[in-house]
């Protein structure tokens, strides 16, 4: 079956993507309220406007990985490693492991064929 388009040009929208760079984000604010981190504010919000925008460039183009693949990467390695020195699973842990899996589902996606339209 195969579907019309009526003159829209139609793409996948990266929800995983978004859904992603708002968790990023929203650490950020978390760690700016509870805590009162300037520092975890201001690399919340860099690093979840990256995701944001990886997320964004995917949606407009699925081989266009490389903005998100690295901010996934480097906040898998950083928070990686502070969950490696604390131990503690929030928030360190969650987002290392969260990123580490966006690393994997990227990596899938560069190794996945073009489709002919």
């Known amino acids: ?11 996948a929208v990266d929800w995983l993507g978004f859904g992603y760079a708002a968790l ?9 309220a509870k805590a ?3 520092p975890s504010l201001a690399a919340g919000l860099f690093f979840g406007s990256l995701a944001g925008l990886g997320a964004y460039q995917l949606s407009q183009d699925p081989n266009n990985v ?8 480097t906040l898998t390695a950083v928070m990686g490693t502070r969950f490696y020195n604390s131990g503690k699973f929030m928030p360190a ?9 966006m690393v994997g589902r990227l990596a899938l996606k560069m190794m996945e064929k073009p489709h002919d339209k």
């Not at 079956?1 to 793409?11: A, D, I, K, N, R």
């Open 93 to 101: 842990g969650l987002i290392a492991g969260v990123s580490l899996l």
């Open 24 to 32: 990023v984000a929203s650490g950020g604010l978390v760690g700016y």
């Open 66 to 73: 490389w903005i998100s693949l690295i901010t996934s990467g």
């Open 1 to 11: 079956m195969q579907l019309e388009t009526t003159g829209v040009f139609s793409m």
């Open 36 to 38: 009162g981190s300037v």
